[in-house]
């Protein structure tokens, strides 16, 4: 007599889920953009902050829905963004994204992990992200393996 047993699914493996984008959600304040489920529940808001200093840029900020600080960005003047764990953009550098080109119709962007590369002299990318404004679409990649498209 013959048994079957059910599939065995790993414990850890990520639901995908679609987000939507609005700057237009009921529930958004103006200038507000907003990440969206399919239920229309609001899961991410990111708030621009305009710098009340001369001597510091414009941050944005990325909350979760209940509006706690997740990630702050902070633009350079080399073209450059950092990204900082919280509201404080002074400690915990998670990120770097840098601008490697910038065309009429495809811009790429290199990121770079700092936990990844903490210890070394030179940083390594390890995303790439590759997109087209007017299809309004972007391609991650790390590596030569495709990570996720918009």
Known sequence: MATTSAPVYPANTPIPFDLFVSKKHRALPRGVLGFADSSGNIVFKVNRQDSKSSFSHAKAILLDSAGNPLISLY??????????K??????????????????????????????ENQGQGELTCDFKVIGCHFQRSCTIYKGDSIVAQL
């Open 75 to 84: 633009p350079h003047n080399d073209g450059s963004w950092q990204g900082f």
């Open 86 to 115: 919280g509201d404080d953009g002074d400690k915990n550098l998670i990120f770097k994204v840098q601008r490697v080109l910038t065309k009429f119709t495809r811009t790429e962007l290199e990121v770079f992990l700092v936990s």
